[in-house]
Protein backbone atom coordinates (compact mmCIF):
# COMPACT_ATOMS: atom_id res chain seq x y z
CA UNK A 1 0.00 0.00 0.00
CA UNK A 2 0.97 3.52 -1.01
CA UNK A 3 1.23 6.38 1.90
CA UNK A 4 -1.01 7.99 0.03
CA UNK A 5 -3.61 5.82 0.51
CA UNK A 6 -6.47 6.35 2.83
CA UNK A 7 -6.61 3.84 5.57
CA UNK A 8 -10.22 3.11 6.29
CA UNK A 9 -10.99 2.66 10.28
CA UNK A 10 -13.99 1.25 11.57
CA UNK A 11 -15.67 4.35 13.70
CA UNK A 12 -17.10 1.51 16.13
CA UNK A 13 -15.35 1.25 19.53
CA UNK A 14 -14.67 -2.40 20.70
CA UNK A 15 -14.39 -2.65 24.65
CA UNK A 16 -13.18 -6.41 24.77
CA UNK A 17 -10.82 -8.08 22.84
CA UNK A 18 -8.20 -7.00 20.06
CA UNK A 19 -8.46 -4.26 17.81
CA UNK A 20 -9.21 -6.03 14.02
CA UNK A 21 -6.67 -4.46 11.87
CA UNK A 22 -7.86 -3.69 7.98
CA UNK A 23 -4.30 -3.42 7.27
CA UNK A 24 -0.92 -4.73 8.68
CA UNK A 25 1.81 -2.64 9.03
CA UNK A 26 0.23 0.36 10.13
CA UNK A 27 -0.27 1.24 13.58
CA UNK A 28 -3.80 1.12 14.82
CA UNK A 29 -5.02 4.21 16.82
CA UNK A 30 -6.98 2.05 20.17
CA UNK A 31 -9.82 3.09 21.81
CA UNK A 32 -10.32 6.64 23.59
CA UNK A 33 -10.42 5.91 26.99
CA UNK A 34 -13.85 6.20 28.49
CA UNK A 35 -13.83 10.18 29.84
CA UNK A 36 -15.90 10.90 33.28
CA UNK A 37 -19.12 13.16 32.47
CA UNK A 38 -18.06 16.10 34.48
CA UNK A 39 -20.78 17.66 37.14
CA UNK A 40 -22.49 20.35 35.71
CA UNK A 41 -22.26 24.12 36.78
CA UNK A 42 -25.97 24.62 36.77
CA UNK A 43 -26.29 21.42 38.94
CA UNK A 44 -23.64 22.83 41.66
CA UNK A 45 -25.89 26.47 41.29
CA UNK A 46 -28.62 24.69 41.66
CA UNK A 47 -27.67 22.45 44.74
CA UNK A 48 -26.39 25.64 46.32
CA UNK A 49 -29.34 27.70 45.87
CA UNK A 50 -31.08 24.84 47.43
CA UNK A 51 -29.00 24.19 50.18
CA UNK A 52 -29.10 28.03 50.53
CA UNK A 53 -32.67 28.04 50.96
CA UNK A 54 -32.44 25.19 53.68
CA UNK A 55 -30.85 26.82 55.39
CA UNK A 56 -32.83 30.05 55.42
CA UNK A 57 -35.80 28.22 56.27
CA UNK A 58 -33.97 26.29 59.58
CA UNK A 59 -32.71 29.37 60.88
CA UNK A 60 -36.18 31.67 60.91
CA UNK A 61 -37.50 28.37 62.31
CA UNK A 62 -35.15 28.21 65.06
CA UNK A 63 -35.47 32.59 65.45
CA UNK A 64 -39.40 31.45 65.68
CA UNK A 65 -39.34 29.05 67.84
CA UNK A 66 -37.13 31.40 70.15
CA UNK A 67 -39.83 34.20 70.21
CA UNK A 68 -42.65 32.01 70.93
CA UNK A 69 -40.84 30.93 74.04
CA UNK A 70 -40.06 34.48 75.17
CA UNK A 71 -43.96 34.65 74.42
CA UNK A 72 -44.84 32.04 76.69
CA UNK A 73 -42.48 33.40 79.37
CA UNK A 74 -44.10 36.68 79.18
CA UNK A 75 -47.19 34.99 79.51
CA UNK A 76 -46.73 32.97 82.33
CA UNK A 77 -44.99 35.68 84.25
CA UNK A 78 -48.55 37.74 83.62
CA UNK A 79 -50.55 35.07 85.02
CA UNK A 80 -48.67 34.46 87.61
CA UNK A 81 -49.12 38.37 88.75
CA UNK A 82 -52.57 37.98 87.94
CA UNK A 83 -52.72 34.93 89.98
CA UNK A 84 -51.00 36.96 93.23
CA UNK A 85 -53.46 39.72 92.73
CA UNK A 86 -56.38 37.97 92.47
CA UNK A 87 -55.13 35.81 96.13
CA UNK A 88 -54.64 39.15 97.62
CA UNK A 89 -58.25 40.35 96.36
CA UNK A 90 -59.61 37.12 97.73
CA UNK A 91 -58.11 37.92 101.18
CA UNK A 92 -59.44 41.71 100.76
CA UNK A 93 -63.03 40.42 100.32
CA UNK A 94 -62.78 37.86 103.36
CA UNK A 95 -61.81 40.53 105.36
CA UNK A 96 -64.32 42.90 104.62
CA UNK A 97 -66.88 40.41 104.46
CA UNK A 98 -65.98 39.40 108.08
CA UNK A 99 -69.02 39.34 110.75
CA UNK A 100 -67.04 41.57 113.45
CA UNK A 101 -65.78 44.00 111.05
CA UNK A 102 -69.42 45.10 109.92
CA UNK A 103 -71.17 44.42 112.95
CA UNK A 104 -68.41 46.93 114.69
CA UNK A 105 -69.33 49.56 111.39
CA UNK A 106 -72.90 49.02 112.28
CA UNK A 107 -72.68 49.77 115.69
CA UNK A 108 -70.23 53.20 115.18
CA UNK A 109 -71.44 54.27 112.02
CA UNK A 110 -75.18 53.52 112.19
CA UNK A 111 -75.55 53.81 115.71
CA UNK A 112 -77.35 49.47 115.88
CA UNK A 113 -77.16 47.57 118.56
CA UNK A 114 -77.15 43.97 119.56
CA UNK A 115 -80.75 42.69 119.67
CA UNK A 116 -81.39 41.97 123.21
CA UNK A 117 -83.72 39.24 122.93
CA UNK A 118 -83.20 36.43 120.32
CA UNK A 119 -85.54 36.73 117.00
CA UNK A 120 -88.91 34.80 117.34
CA UNK A 121 -90.78 33.29 114.41
CA UNK A 122 -94.12 34.21 113.74
CA UNK A 123 -96.31 31.63 111.71
CA UNK A 124 -98.74 33.26 109.75
CA UNK A 125 -102.11 31.73 108.46
CA UNK A 126 -102.49 31.83 105.11
CA UNK A 127 -106.18 32.08 105.27
CA UNK A 128 -105.77 35.06 107.83
CA UNK A 129 -103.84 37.10 105.18
CA UNK A 130 -106.27 36.42 102.91
CA UNK A 131 -109.20 38.24 104.44
CA UNK A 132 -107.39 41.15 104.74
CA UNK A 133 -106.51 41.37 101.58
Known amino acids: MQATETITRERRYIYNGDTPTTTTGYAVRPNRRGTRRKVSTFNVIVLLFAMGIAGVLYVSSILRVN ?35 ISAIAKDRLGMQDAVEPPTIIDVDTRELDKVK
Open 67 to 101: QLVYEVDQLDRRLKEITVTNQQLRAEVSLKAARER
